[in-house]
């Protein structure tokens, strides 16, 4: 007990040391005081996290596009989409897309296992499992690809990488393709081989 007391006694009865300890004191909290006064650098949020690191995310989000003339033209939807301002893009898992062409009822539907949408550019790469389906009445053609990117300002879709479409009676395969969605045109640029069967279901 009484080396407990030992040091607030020695205060008590040394006035002096009390004055040093409590100088002391105030010199200490003036110290801290004009240290947080000092202007600090700038701190940079993305070296701080990482540049892997997204700056934000929106959980089921979805993103419409209309045209000049205030119609729908693009329905886009993703469980997760990771945004990275410095880049200017966002990171989407299992995008899913609704184009609508010019004059048609029906819209193309557009899949994929990941996604990256370039926002100055308009441009959205989608990569794994990548699959585009295009129905007209009774009749469905179906696209499948490992990329595809989609230009929104041109209301294109393209890719230098293998492609195979069918339908129900045929099957084409070729490397690199472009399609103008307004216009319905599909173009294949190489290696074209395709087979059709009238009047029998088409198996890739």
């Known amino acids: 007990m009484r080396g407990n007391l030992l040091p607030t006694l020695l205060l ?4 002096w040391l009390r004055t040093l300890a409590l100088g002391c004191a105030a010199v200490a909290l003036v110290m801290m005081l004009w240290q947080s006064d000092e202007p600090q650098e700038p701190v940079d949020a993305a070296a701080l996290r990482g ?4 700056d934000g995310f ?11 003339n205030g119609k729908l033209s693009v329905r886009f939807e993703s469980p997760r ?15 899913r897309a609704e184009l609508f062409g ?22 959205l790469h989608l990569e794994g499992n990548v699959q585009v389906i295009r129905r007209s009445g009774d009749r469905q053609g179906t696209l499948t690809t490992s990329r595809l990117t989609l ?6 879709v393209y890719t230098d990488a293998p492609v195979e479409l069918t339908d129900s009676f045929s ?19 190489s290696q074209v081989e395709g087979r059709y069967e009238p009047g029998q279901q088409a198996n890739p």
């Not at 008590?12 to 006035?15: E, G, I, K, L, M």
């Not at 010019?102 to 441009?123: I, Q, V």
């Not at 230009?151 to 294109?156: E, L, M, R, V, W």
């Open 58 to 68: 929106v959980v089921n989000g979805r993103y419409l596009s209309y045209d000049e």
């Open 81 to 95: 989409i990771e945004q990275f301002e410095a880049q200017n893009k966002a990171i989407m898992e299992s995008p």
């Open 51 to 54: 540049q892997s690191e997204p």
């Open 102 to 123: 010019e004059g048609e009822e029906e819209p193309w539907y557009l899949s994929a296992d990941s996604g990256t949408f370039r926002e100055g550019k308009g441009l």
């Open 12 to 15: 008590v009865d040394r006035p």
């Open 151 to 156: 230009d929104n300002s041109k209301n294109t």
């Open 171 to 189: 099957v084409t395969r070729a490397t690199g393709m472009k399609a103008w969605i307004d216009d319905r045109i599909l173009e294949l640029n």
